[in-house]
């Protein structure tokens, strides 16, 4: 279990949260591809070789050097796609492909550090236009994502404006960090990947979640914990849970009841004595 609600005079926290493999069981990304290929972006050679990728990356991640050719292809297929038509289909889609494979044990999670005080951000490697919606569904509080630069026809030039893969990743949240006046000492970390080593070094908290043998490796030798994620939920299930109020506004909500329940106190101590 995570330690109770944070104390408001130290500096706020933060829980980072990886996504592929860490929140969902799948790649954000490619589990999209089927939904592109319907929309007409895609052929059915590019869906079929999506397909094969994320049968790759769940039987054992991607590499370093596979992740880089992954990126120069996809950067490339997107190229010319309408940014409008993209996140149509990912809101068309987001419920059906996302909600059955929420990991349950990352929600309760999510919950708890939002229970705890501590703001929840999503730091991925897919594209922007894919993880913000993903990131609302799940009640994140900021979301860091790949960015591709957008032409003034509204399209995808095929080029990348920002990467938010390794080193990047650590860069990003020491920025939000700084902007944000989170304490990196006190906040946590969450990763399936030795590919985002940096991220959980930048944290007094890193976890490896389901890792790679790499991460799995360096976090016995660190001591790190290391989580098992299993139990894929519906996301929309869990919703009332997932934006359960904040600390304060339960500490409101339960003054309100004491305030209530005194008051009842007092008209029936009120009602006894006129009877009596």
Known sequence: MLRDVENHSLPRAAAFFDLDKTVIAKSSTLTFS??????????????????YAQ??????????????????????????????????????TLHDLIDPIIYDEAASLIEEHHTAGRDVVIVSTSGAEVVEPIGELLGADRVVATRLVVGEDGCFTGEVEYYAYGPTKAEAIRELAAS??????????????????????????????????????????????????????????????????RPAVVAAAALGAAAATAGLVWYASKRRGATA
Request: aromatic letters at 10%.
């Open 55 to 92: 049968f790759v990356f769940l039987a054992g991640g991607l590499d370093h050097d596979q992740m880089e050719r992954m990126r120069e292809y996809l950067s490339a297929l997107c190229r010319g796609w309408n940014v409008r038509q993209v996140k149509e289909i990912v809101a068309e």
């Open 34 to 51: 089927k939904s592109f290929y319907q929309g007409g972006l895609i052929n059915r050679r590019a869906a079929l070789r999506t397909a």
């Open 180 to 245: 944000e006046g989170y304490d990196l000492d006190r906040s946590f970390a969450y990763s399936d990947s030795a590919t985002d080593l940096p991220m959980l070094q930048a944290v007094g908290h890193p976890h490896a979640v389901n890792p790679d043998r790499a991460l799995r490796r360096e976090a016995v030798s660190r001591g790190w914990p290391v989580l098992e994620f299993r139990k894929p939920v519906r996301l929309k299930q869990r919703l009332p849970s997932l934006h359960a109020p």
